[in-house]
């Protein structure tokens, strides 16, 4: 009796069908998973057709550069749920900016994606109140300056 309670079970090939199902079932669920919840976040795209966008990138940076060549500096605070917005030049005067606009949003999740329109303050400052929650944000903001130009910055910051 004893020797038939100690005896090896014998292993036979329903019993390797059941361990390559479980082995193979469990890859599949996992990548299942992980699929679900990679289709429901942000795409990581920039731009909507990239050909497209490089067609233009040399115009991009030589507009980027013909801006920095102005030493111009832009800033933005964040003053609880207020938004300020100062652009001077290098000497620090104020520069007469016409409209801005704050493109808000999350780095990495396009659903809280909104526009802001900046209103003067005086003294060269432009803001807005907007509720923003907890976390990181980024802000691309296009200042149309008076003759036509722009001016463009992005700027990452973390509402508390």
């Known amino acids: 009796m004893l020797r038939s309670i100690f005896a090896p079970a014998r292993f036979t090939g329903w019993h390797m069908a059941g361990v390559l199902g479980l082995f193979f079932g469990t890859i599949i669920l996992v990548n299942a998973t992980l699929a679900i919840f990679a289709s429901g976040t942000w795409t990581g795209l920039v731009v909507k057709n990239s050909y497209v966008a490089s067609q233009h990138f040399n115009e991009s940076m030589a507009a980027a550069e013909e801006q ?21 030049d290098a000497d620090g005067a ?9 493109s808000l949003g999350r780095p990495a999740h396009e659903g809280a994606d909104h526009d802001v329109l900046l209103a ?3 003294d060269g400052a432009h803001g807005a109140t907007d509720v923003l929650a ?23 910051f973390t509402a508390k």
Do not use: I, Q
């Open 120 to 122: 003067p303050l005086g």
């Open 134 to 156: 907890p976390g990181p944000w980024k802000a691309d903001l296009v200042a149309d300056l008076p003759g036509g130009g722009v001016w463009r910055m992005r700027y990452r």
């Open 68 to 88: 920095a060549a102005l030493g111009w500096s832009g800033r933005l605070a964040l003053h609880g749920n207020r938004l300020e917005f100062r652009l001077t």
């Open 94 to 102: 104020p520069v007469a900016v016409e409209r801005v606009v704050a």
